[in-house]
């Protein structure tokens, strides 16, 4: 039994998908980056979805990064990390992941940074926002946003992108991407590099593309239920 048309079939619907809510926001699809995110499954599964024409995966936890990345044959995607970091493993990623999307407390930021910079690397970050105040998530408030943006640009080794959320679950996601959006532009305005909103997963990636996503970080709509 082949997994291959299975994962075909998912991505064209999440491909029609993103389609149809880019056209009723007026954008353009090419303006939406889709990230499958792939922990969990087997380098197989993602040598079927790079095969079936994508090319951006995620992974959540630096252990997994890495053994990604020794795969062989080499997997050959481009890694963006998107869990949590903790400072110890930083190196296992700083260098590897093209964005790390989840860069939710200062120490972690610095710790990049100076791992960047001893390599003479900048790495490219979102800084991750707690956009419904859940206990249970990472992130900072939108409150303190503008002031973590502001200081990580002082740091050489460290270019923040934007910003990327993971709305609480109770949330009206429409409500929480539109605020979202509303802070990306606002500190666009002053820092022009803040372009990224990575927000929306497998069940809110549409009304995440109605208010501005521009990376939407999708696992099992694409690779199928986790076990
Ligand atoms: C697992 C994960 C996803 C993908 O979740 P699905 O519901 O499987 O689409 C997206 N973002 C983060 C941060 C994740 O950990």
Redesign the pocket.
Known sequence: MSAAPTVTARIEEVRARMAAAADSAGRSLSGVTLVA?S?TFPDDAVRAVRDAGLLDF?E?RAQALQQRLEASPPLAVRWHF??RLQRNKVEMVVGHATLIH?VDRMALAERIADVAAAGDRVQRVLVQVNVSDDPDKAGFTVEETAGTVARLRQLPGISVQGLMT?PALHADPADAFQRMRNLRDDLRSHFPEVVHLSMG???DYEPAILHGATII?????IFGP?Q
């Open positions: 995110v922990k995620g959540s998107v869990g989840s993971i997963m497998s069940g970080r999708v696992g099992t709509g986790r």
